[in-house]
């Protein structure tokens, strides 16, 4: 059996052609969707997302406005423009770009940030609100996967859930998100005993380590469902050493899961839609005055 892809470059495509008539639909009333990135540091990485993100949002109409500041840039100084985002009618999202440099505390920076303008989901305030089931802005990785499974036909509904991670902005807003579509989940870590007897008997595996190939076939039970969010680079002395690879063996694991998401091509894609598909939901929110 070889298991059936999980496409998130198309399901994004599709997406962000919705996204598009949205947002043009929106700017015909008076309200352009506008999203304000803040990168600080010199982060290559940091670098390549925003400039990814940027892209995209020129591509579905989504008005973006960036603002880079140098490594050993002041707290007082982000801030004050934080503030500032805030109070401008003209932008529905703001986004900070993380890690930031030490001298920050990114727990502050984060809710500095407008409840109804945190399209990362990141605040305080609406990851209380996903706790409780409530309206909420949704962290884009999990929401990105929750939307692979549906438009992939996977049940969640009953099905065992094992997420193997517990970061703010991966593993617990994930557990949260496919507790609440009616799974039940159980959520690894790097402190678990025999993770291998979580993962096999997992119908839906949501694999968040940061540990390239650490999923093998040994560790997946037929017919799965494979969630891979990884990004990591094949180790030297491997055929493809230094190109892109997740936390899943995935030529190994398609061979005996039901479904698999690809990396690169899986969850990326989806976790820059989602973020555009926050920022366009802000901007209906301001256009019916909601905010």
Known sequence: MTARILDGNALSATLRGELAAQAAELAARGVPPGLAV????????????????VAACEKVGIHSLKFAYPQDAAPE?????IAELNGDPKVHGILVQLPLPPQFDEKAVLEAISVGK??????????????????????C????????????????TGADAVVIGRS????????MLLTQAGATVTVCHSRTRDLAAHTRRADILVVAMGRALAIGADMVKPGATVIDV????????????????????????????????????GVGPMTITMLLANTVESAARAAEGER
């Open 168 to 175: 703010n902005i991966v593993g617990k807003p994930m557990a």
């Open 118 to 139: 945190d399209v990362d989901g990141f605040h305080a305030e609406n990851v209380g609100r996903l706790s409780q089931g409530q309206p909420a802005y949704f962290p």
């Open 77 to 81: 100084t982000v801030m004050a423009k």
């Open 230 to 265: 990884g990004m990591n680079r094949f180790p030297e002395g491997h055929a493809r050493a230094g190109k892109l690879c997740g936390d899943v063996d995935f030529e190994a694991v398609k061979e005996i899961a039901g479904a698999i998401t690809p990396v690169p091509g």
């Open 38 to 53: 803040i990168l600080v540091g010199d982060n290559s990485a940091s670098a390549v997302y925003v400039r990814n993100k």
């Open 141 to 156: 990785t999990p929401h990105g996967v929750m939307k692979i499974l549906e438009y992939g036909d996977i049940p969640v």
